[in-house]
């Protein structure tokens, strides 16, 4: 019974596969993505006359951000965006206007971290900046504002009294 249902399936087989020795066309090879189509639309705003990511009127804590910049979450330190413009670009925007020590890369991924803004003036706030690819397409931007330092910070006999004077200190 078994044989009889494997010598049915052979000439469906065979019907339905084809040898692409036997005449036919290679398979094509896989195109790059086409660009979104609000990143086809909005391309003339989003990127000056050299391919350049343009600066918006939008600052965070003295970091000029990007035209086309969307943004998905606000918390009192933590700003998140969402673009359609490709991470290469977003990349090569931040990338000369943050100042840092250490940048971490995992895959496409890059985060400046204690970063200041080049043309900050006054009070400057380090960033944390992390550009990552979207899941939904595009470029995920993640800005997180470092506590600053307090400008007179407690002396260490004024946390060794505050120490001791805890009720809650079980020393």
Known sequence: ???RHLSLLFPILAACGGDVGQGEAPPLPLAEPAPTHELRRAGSELFDAQGRLRESNQELAALKL???????YVDRRVHAFHTVVPLRKVLQYF???LITGQVDTQGESATYRAALPRDARG???RLDVTIAPSSRGGTSIRIYELPSE?????????LRREFESDPNNLM
């Open 1 to 3: 019974m078994r044989l």
């Open 95 to 97: 990338g000369p206007r």
């Open 66 to 72: 990007p035209v086309g910049l969307e943004q998905e």
């Open 150 to 158: 307090p400008v007179n910070p407690p002396s260490l006999e004024e």
């Open 123 to 125: 009070s400057q706030v």
